[in-house]
């Protein structure tokens, strides 16, 4: 006896079009199982128990701004990589006096195309910064002067940023 029984026969349907029945079967189940948490991720149009619960978990912490910058290591002049020791004296001179609270420095490798069309592949840094979201302002002009400084003193052709609304408690 097959192991589910129930889905092996499509009544009046043989071969592909039952296969196609369960398949859609399967992603409808698939649709409404996944439903509810879709909505406790729209926010103010989310149904009245979704919304309870996103507010629950918003109140464990206050409204902060995760902006995370990428920093390549090679050259695009062919000039030596930046190395540790640089990108560190770097870190103490341009970013933590403007973020004295604290940040986040990860290792990584990367790729992106560079202006001239070519695939670089390098060696790079994640520079993750948290502040509140009232500083956003201010903490704006900050972190676009790190990332020029970067690039000017590196010879690169961009720092890479990305930003995201969160909550966080300490």
Do not use: C
Request: aromatic content about 8%; glycine content about 8%.
């Amino acid at each position: 006896m097959p192991r589910f029984p129930h889905l092996t026969r499509t009544k009046g349907l043989t071969g592909p079009k039952q296969h196609t029945a369960l398949t859609s079967a399967a992603a409808l189940a698939v649709l409404a199982v996944g439903t509810p948490v879709a909505y406790a991720t729209l926010g103010d149009d989310a149904p009245s128990a979704s919304r309870s619960a996103t507010s629950a978990g918003a109140a464990r912490g206050k409204a902060y701004i995760e902006t995370r910058l990428f920093f390549g290591t090679e050259r695009p002049d062919g000039g030596p990589d930046v190395t540790d020791r640089q990108f560190l004296e770097f870190i103490d001179e341009e970013v933590t006096p403007r973020f004295p609270n604290g940040l986040t420095i990860q290792d990584g490798r990367g790729q992106w195309r560079d202006s001239h069309g070519v695939i670089e592949r390098e060696r790079s840094y994640e520079l993750t910064l948290l502040y509140p979201a009232s500083e956003a302002r201010v903490r704006d002009v900050q972190i676009e002067r790190i990332r020029n400084a970067y690039e000017k003193a590196f010879a690169q052709d961009s720092v890479a940023r990305i930003e995201e609304h969160t909550t966080a408690d300490f």
